[in-house]
Each structure stands twice: as structure tokens, then as C-alpha cells.
């Protein structure tokens, strides 16, 4: 069994900027990305390694808009995480 870390009140608050800022491409209300840039199958980065990205641009865009449906393709268009 896998037990979660809890989130601390000084990460809670880095997010809360990020989310204020919204998504780095359109400015839209974001969620919370972790960077997945040299971290294994199935690791999740620390929650400072972070960027915010809408919906669209996260995981319901198609192939080239979000970053889940083909990050080569969304950094090609939009850049490097």
C-alpha cells in the first residue's frame, strides 16, 4: 500500500499562486501540472516543479493543444514544459 505525503501549508500557498496566475498559454483558470520532465513512469515531481495549465491546454485538448494527449506536439506548438 502506497500512503500519500501530505501537502504542507507553504505548498498549498506556492499552488494557490500558480492557480491565481492561471494557464501559462491563454490565462484562463488553470489546474495545477506537475513538470514531468525527467521523472520516471508513473512519478509525480514535487509540487515546486509545478505550471499552470486550463483544461484545454492540460488534458480535454486534442493532439498538439494539450499536454496529455502528446507532449512533443504541445512543445513543438507552445514550448518545453
Known sequence: MH???AMT???RRHL???ADYGCIICQRPCEIH???HGMG???KNNHYNAIGLC???HRIGNYGVAIHAGIKEFEKNFGTE
Open 3 to 5: 500512503s500519500a505525503i
Open 9 to 11: 501549508n507553504k505548498e
Open 16 to 18: 494557490a499562486r500558480i
Open 34 to 36: 506537475h513538470i514531468r
Open 41 to 43: 513512469m508513473a512519478q
Open 55 to 57: 483544461p484545454e491546454h
